[in-house]
């Protein structure tokens, strides 16, 4: 596969995965399908991760390739250094992705027992993802547990792929930049 190929693939995969995170993160907004104040509403769902850091951010990396050799004069020599900024960017918002997605597996979501709203899963540490007997507890929003641990979930194995294609973009831009 020559290179203008895997940029094509590469830059596809990078605005498909940045979709999902969108999405995922969207869904995160309205557990069991219903909508919820913000203060009912986890802090990592509301930093919204999946549309700021794993979307709009990777999402800056859209813009043509830098590629050598034909064609090289509609690419323009002088983009190296906005694609080095891009894949920085672009490498920047799937790290803040995973961050907060990874913390936010780890708290647990913000849900009501007994009527409090809390964070009733920050003590256990990531524990009550190994027993499915605690998703039960939470009585509003109900399914709000599986709901929150299948779309982090997501945004965590979107993010790590996207941080693996913007590390290959920046090399190869980096690369480039010394022919």
Known sequence: MCTGQFFVLQRLSLITLSLVCIAANAFLLVPDGKTWSSDQLSVHVLLLPGFIGGGL???????????????????GCNSIPHSFLCSIF???????????????????????I??????????SEGAYLKYNAYW?????????????????????????LEMVLCGVYLVNTIILSFD
Not at 57 to 75: F, Q
């Open 57 to 75: 951010m990777v999402r800056s990396l859209e813009h043509r390739p830098v590629t050598r050799g034909v064609g090289h004069a509609h690419c």
């Open 90 to 112: 672009g490498m920047l918002g799937a790290i803040y992705c995973l961050s907060v997605s990874g913390v936010g597996l780890r708290i647990g979501p913000k849900c009501s």
């Open 114 to 123: 007994n009527g409090e709203w809390d964070y009733h899963f920050q003590e």
């Open 136 to 160: 039960n507890l939470c009585e509003e929003p109900l399914t709000v547990v599986p709901w929150n641990v299948t779309l982090l979930s997501l945004l965590v194995v979107a993010s790590c």
